[in-house]
Every structure is written in structure tokens, then in C-alpha cells.
């Protein structure tokens, strides 16, 4: 079993919290979801590694890392983000980069995406898993870093 870890901070949310038929519906995968909160004096919020692995896909919008044991762990930045085209996201790794859990991989303004009428909701997907695979979590507020389920 891996321990999967918040890639940032705020509110953790079942799957079907998110405002995208995709994720709540899980046809990507099970898993669960984080409404970032917004970092004190304006800074930006880090989306951390989920898992220590390797990253197989890294775009402003989304990252999936492979962890060591297996498992594919998605991490969406936002809903409707890709339509931003990168702008207000700053990549902090690079694929095919060996990185440790907690290990910075994106940065983002929660704000700026709320400004543009778009949802923050971050959902982390078990690649490739089976719906309701991972159990609905008890809502409740997360650190970036904290277990929020394991595969």
C-alpha cells in the first residue's frame, strides 16, 4: 500500500464534489477531491507530489506522477483549467523527473482561477481504478502533505 498525500492545502471532498461529470462520475478513476485554500499575503499556492515516483505527464493544469509501487496518481488543478492555455500556472518539475512526495510540481493561484469564474477543486485520481475503489472521505481540512487515502 502507498499513502497518497495532499498536493495542497484546504477543504478534502469526496470525488463527486467535483463540478465535472468526468471526475465525480470516476470514469477516470476513484479517488478525492481538495478545494485549495488561499495562501496567507497573496502567495501562490504548491501542488506537491502525491506519491514518490516518477512524473509521466506534467502540464500547467494537471500532473499524473508513477509512483514506485505502481499506481498512477492524477492530480487536476481546477476545472476547465486547460482552457487557460498555462497562464497563471508556473511548472516547477519536468517529466520523466524521479520526485519525492510533497516535492513541488505546480504553482497557482487559487484566486485567479475563482476570478475567471472557473472551479479551484483539485481532484487526485488513482489512475485507472475501479469507482469506489477509494472510500468517500470525511470532510474535513487538509495540510498539504497529509494522507488523504492509500493504494
Do not use: W, Y
Amino acid at each position: 500500500m502507498t499513502d497518497v498525500l495532499a498536493p495542497v492545502a484546504g477543504r478534502l471532498l469526496p470525488l463527486s464534489a467535483v463540478p465535472d461529470q468526468v471526475f465525480a462520475g470516476q470514469m477516470v478513476g476513484s479517488g478525492v477531491a481538495i478545494e485549495p485554500s488561499v495562501p496567507p499575503d497573496g502567495a501562490e499556492a504548491v501542488v506537491g507530489s502525491p506519491v514518490a515516483g516518477t512524473v509521466l505527464k506534467l502540464h500547467p493544469h494537471a500532473a499524473i506522477v508513477l509512483g514506485d509501487g505502481g499506481a498512477g496518481v492524477l492530480v487536476h488543478v481546477g476545472i476547465d483549467t486547460v482552457n487557460l492555455g498555462g497562464e497563471g500556472f508556473t511548472l516547477l518539475a519536468e517529466e520523466k523527473a524521479k520526485v519525492v512526495a510533497g516535492q513541488p510540481l505546480i504553482s497557482f493561484s487559487p484566486e485567479a482561477i475563482r476570478q475567471r469564474g472557473l472551479s479551484a477543486i483539485c481532484p487526485v485520481v488513482l489512475m485507472d481504478s475501479k469507482p469506489g475503489a477509494i472510500d468517500d472521505p470525511a470532510e474535513r481540512d487538509v495540510a498539504a502533505g497529509d494522507v488523504i487515502f492509500s493504494a
